[in-house]
């Protein structure tokens, strides 16, 4: 029966989690700062609006209470990404190691 | 004042190298055997939802078209739309809160309820004012991106069918 050595077991798991990290964190960022640049213009587009008396202060504060929701609404989503980033890294790393597992101990455990 | 730190006995013997090893592999094994029903943070992708989300994007994008031009929006115009997209909203988060159901947390629920708040919001604007309109449906662009980007992750997350 071949033998299970913790550390390999280990670093096959780090490496598949690399791996499935590695493709989501770019797509993230960018997510993010999009969100981020949008906050700012919009906000500035407000403030504007309201300088020149295009707008009341009570249309300026419900625009800005929209855009402040759809900011949150934005970090809810990196919430979300986090979270599948996590789930497929776990599950990437338990699959990395399933095959090695499973022959050495015999039975299909994982 | 100092305090002697006295081991127990049977630390004092140092266990053998090879049954320390075999412990941690044991270890791993049991938390891996945790694990063997793979691990499960974000809800299940649902194409009827994501479409749902599409044909209410669609409808509010009309809606702010029609009135791109000088023509204003009448009271009644905005009522119906309003009535038509907050239903919708509820419908989808429904749906989303079962999918959604019994995991740690629940965001793409919790977003569509924040989306209905933003519908809601547009009853406190004039919306026959261009600035109103511009940045309103600017806010409401955000926060399609935002369910969208969710979807897109979950969709991509979804664990393939098991073989029949």
């Given at each position: 029966m071949?033998?299970?050595?913790?550390?390999d077991l280990f670093n096959t798991m780090l490496a598949a989690v690399r791996t499935s990290i590695g493709q989501d964190v770019p797509a993230a960022r960018?997510?993010?700062e999009s969100s981020a640049r949008s906050l700012a213009a919009n906000t500035k587009e407000v403030a504007d609006w309201l300088a020149?008396?295009?707008?009341t202060v009570d249309e300026?504060?419900?625009?800005?209470?929209?855009h402040?929701?759809?900011a949150k609404m934005a970090l809810t989503a990196a919430e979300t990404i986090g979270l599948a980033m996590a789930e497929r890294a776990i599950n990437a790393a338990i699959d990395a190691v399933a095959g090695a597992v499973n022959k050495a101990l015999g039975v299909a455990l994982l | 004042m100092t305090t002697t730190c006295v081991r127990p006995r049977a630390l004092e013997t140092a266990a053998p190298r090879r049954p320390r090893s075999a412990a941690l592999l044991a270890c791993a094994v049991l938390l891996l055997s945790a694990c063997a029903l793979h691990v499960k943070l974000v809800g299940d992708y649902d194409e009827l939802l994501d479409q749902a989300v599409?044909?209410?994007?669609?409808?509010t994008n009309e809606f702010y078209a029609r009135y791109d031009g000088s023509t204003p929006p009448a009271k009644a115009d905005v009522d119906g739309f309003l009535a038509e997209s907050l239903g919708a909203i509820d419908a989808m988060t429904t749906r989303a809160s079962v999918l959604e159901d019994g995991l740690k947390r629940a965001p793409l629920t919790e977003n569509l309820m924040k989306l209905k708040e933003q519908y809601q919001e547009l009853r406190n604007l004039d919306l026959a004012?261009?600035?109103l309109r511009k940045s309103s449906r600017a806010a409401l662009d955000e926060a399609f991106k935002a369910i969208e980007v969710q979807l897109v992750f979950m969709k991509r997350t979804q664990s393939p069918a098991p073989a029949e």
């Open positions: 071949p033998k299970l050595d913790a550390k960018k997510f993010i020149k008396g295009e707008v300026a504060q419900a625009l800005m209470r929209m402040e929701r759809s | 599409l044909r209410l994007q669609t409808s004012k261009p600035p």
